[in-house]
Every structure is written in structure tokens, then in C-alpha cells.
């Protein structure tokens, strides 16, 4: 249940409100906005007659039943308004969000040695990344696959930040790992295959740090927003939406499919940040780049692409990778893109035209 308060409302009355609702064995949860102050009630609110509440004070102006399942995801919890999620890096605070520049998080699938991941972190930084991102706990579907170097690569990750200063995302696979994964990672990612794992969702929102949450391989949009759900409830609202393709029945030619309508249909239903992963979706180097641009087109908040120094030798998801050299070309494209629809700040003015990094073997 949603209560809107006008903004006029002097603070003591808002609190008075609170102390009212207090009766009710809820959960009560403020939000101040721009224009409104929200408070959320959740919990068994099915028995709480609005009109008991609009008569505790003049100063509310609606009390709305939330008619979705996910109460703290949805657009109503925060009256329309949309929510940014401020993530502190070397750099400066980086927000993701509707009111805000483009944000690009670039690298490779997985961390295979310092060198790669060094170089990678200096050629996204310079044409226009504020996030590395890079794995080093893989969820693979074969498991004599490489499952990446684990901690010894979030020690290269961490390495990676005090050079180059960008934030960092990695997945977070075990909640064995969360201390580890925590302590390194800006943004804790968790992965497409455990959107669901609601252990692991409470364990990641409880650590307090911002989470990047991927639309699970066949998640409908309400289970992908219980999932966000899970972790707001776990009393975190840093989540991003990251829509990465979902399955459907022509994997001969694309990996995955990619919902870019999820970008308008997500807009009506909660005030989270989006990410669109075009690399996980498309499956394929050749598409990442139209598919990019469409994404930033329909105005998703930021973008995720991978980036590998020498693609053909990948340890992981190498055919979806871009060269270094085709990820500046796309940057500067992004670029122009962005700036169309008003979202281009982020950028800088200069993008180099090429790396020097020549596709070495790093393998
Ligand atoms: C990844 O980001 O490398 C990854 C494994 O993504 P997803 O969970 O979307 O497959
Ligand atoms: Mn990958």
C-alpha cells in the first residue's frame, strides 16, 4: 500500500503520519521525492481499510493499493518517480538511471591473467567505460569447462580498479564467496542462471552493495521483478535490471533473443535502472552493435559489452567478444547515439580511434 504525501508537508506532520501507521504490523518505508513523499507499507496489508488511513492526516493525497506482487520494485512505491542507483568508484559516484547520463560497463567474460585484464580495463576506460567487468566465478553449463580463477582473479579485478580507477562488476555465484566478491566488487552481479536462487538474492541484497540482477534464460518479467524483490526486501535498493537475452526457439543463428520491449514495458511497471547486455543475447560479435545502439535507442540506462584483446582465443564466450578495436569504433557510435537522446555526458570529448593493443595472444 502506497501513501502520497504532498510536498509541502512539513516534516513533523509526515513523521505524526508514521507514528499513526505504526499501529499496523507492516513494514513502513519512506521515500522522498522530487515532488512527493511516498510511504510504503508492506506486509499483510490486505486488512488496512484506506479510508482508515487518508482520515489520519489532510495532508495525504491518495493511499493506493499496489496491485503488483513486487511492492518495492514497483513504479507505485516510488509514485512514478525513477530511482537512481549511486555507485561510488575511484573515479567519482557513477548513477545509474532514467534522470542520467548513459553508463557503459565493458570487459572481458572472464579474467584469464593480469595482463589481459589490465590492457582491456585501460582501452574501455579510454573511450568511455566507468565500469570493468570481468568474471572470475563462471557459471558454465559444462562443468569440464573453465570455471574461471576464482579469487585469485579477483585480486587481478582489484588491480585492474587501482589503475585504471574504474568500479568493478563481477558475479557472484556462492554465497561462500560473498566476502571475497564484496570486498573487491563495486556492483555484485548475479548471474542469469541463479536469477532465482533466493538464497543467494537475500545474501547479496544484505551485504548492502549495489546488484546488478540478470533477467533469468526464461524469466517472464514478473519473476525477474520478484527476484528484484527479494533483494529490496533483504532492505537493498541498489538493483539494476540487466536484460540479456531470454530463450526462444531459434537458437541457430542468435544465442538468445533479445527483449528490447522489456525497456518500455519495465518503464510502466517499476522505477529500477536497466542494463542491456547485447553480447550474452545476440551471442554473436557481428550483431553486438546494431544491437547496442538499438538498446541505447530505446533508452536503456546503460549498456554491458564484452570485450576481449584477442577474441579467438577466449577462454569464455569468445565468438560474442569484440576486438578492442571494434569496441572504440562502437563507443564512438554510442556516442552519437547517446547524445541524440540527450543521455551523451558521460563521454568524453576524445575516444581514440584505435588501441594500440594489437590483438596480442594472451592465452
Ligand atoms: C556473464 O555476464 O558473463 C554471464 C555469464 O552472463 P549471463 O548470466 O547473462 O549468462
Ligand atoms: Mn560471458
Known sequence: MIIVIGSATP?????????????YSVTIEKSVGKYKTVIGLVGGTSSINP???QQISPSIEQVIRVKHPFKRASIDFRHGEPSSVDVSTPLGVVSFGQNHPLVVVAGPCSVENEEMIIETAQVVKASGAQFLRGGAFKPRTSPYAF???????????????????????????DTSDIDAVAAVAD??????????????LKKAGAT???????????ATIEEWLMAAEYI?????????????????????????????????????????????????????S?????????????????LMIEVHPNPSVALCDGPQSLTPNDYIELMHEIKSV??????????????????????????
Do not use: W
Open 232 to 284: 529490496m526486501a533483504a532492505d537493498n535498493p541498489n538493483v539494476i535490471l540487466c536484460e540479456r537475452g531470454i530463450r526462444s526457439f531459434d537458437r541457430q543463428y542468435t544465442r538468445n533473443t533479445l527483449d528490447l520491449s522489456v525497456v518500455p514495458v519495465l518503464r510502466t511497471l517499476t522505477h529500477l535502472p536497466i542494463m542491456i547486455d547485447p553480447s550474452h543475447a545476440t551471442g554473436y
Open 11 to 23: 516534516a513533523s506532520e509526515v513523521e505524526r503520519i508514521i507514528g499513526e501507521l505504526s499501529q
Open 208 to 218: 548492502g552493495k549495489p546488484i546488478l540482477l540478470k533477467r533469468g534464460l526464461s
Open 147 to 173: 570455471q574461471g580463477h576464482g579469487e585469485s582473479a579477483l585480486g587481478l579485478l582489484a588491480k585492474a580498479k587501482e589503475v585504471t580507477g574504474l568500479g568493478i562488476i563481477t558475479e557472484l555465484m
Open 51 to 53: 479510508d482508515n488511513i
Open 286 to 302: 557481428q550483431y553486438v552493435a546494431t544491437m547496442a545502439k538499438a538498446s541505447v535507442a530505446v533508452g536503456t540506462d546503460s
Open 338 to 363: 547517446a547524445q541524440f537522446f540527450g543521455r551523451g555526458q558521460s563521454f568524453t570529448n576524445y575516444i581514440p580511434r584505435v588501441t594500440t593493443l594489437k590483438n596480442r595472444v594472451f592465452a
Open 187 to 200: 556492483i555484485i552481479q548475479i548471474g542469469a542462471r541463479n536469477m532465482q536462487n533466493f538464497s543467494l
